[in-house]
């Protein structure tokens, strides 16, 4: 069973590695539409939007995906509710 501390540490971990990396490849596309040949006039192209934002989303939803698998695994269990309880199948029964 692993510390319940690591949690923390690698969702920490991966942030600080979402934040680098986003904002390595934040200034490589701010770079090339700004100093690199560009058939756009305003320097940043749309695939380049579609990098950006496909990129930070995809990475963002794999960090939300860790934390709430994490916090699921320490939700206690729900008890299934008595047979009584249960409602019929079928319309009208």
């Given at each position: 069973?692993k510390?319940?501390?690591?949690?923390?540490?690698v969702?920490?971990?991966?942030a600080v590695?979402?934040c680098?990396?986003?904002?390595?490849?934040?200034?490589?596309?701010?770079?090339?539409?700004l100093?690199?040949e560009?058939?756009?006039?305003?320097?940043?192209?749309?695939?380049?939007?579609?990098?950006?934002?496909?990129?930070?989303?995809g990475?963002?939803?794999i960090?939300?995906?860790?934390?709430?698998?994490?916090?699921?695994?320490?939700?206690?269990d729900?008890p299934e509710?008595?047979?009584e309880?249960?409602?019929?199948?079928?319309?009208?029964?």
């Open positions: 069973m510390p319940p501390g690591s949690f923390v540490w969702a920490v971990i991966l590695g979402i680098t990396a986003l904002n390595a490849i934040t200034f490589a596309v701010l770079y090339a539409a100093f690199g560009s058939d756009v006039p305003g320097g940043l192209s749309e695939n380049a939007t579609q990098v950006l934002t496909g990129w930070g989303g990475i963002i939803g960090l939300g995906a860790y934390v709430g698998y994490r916090l699921g695994e320490k939700t206690p729900v509710p008595p047979p309880l249960e409602e019929p199948d079928g319309l009208g029964a």
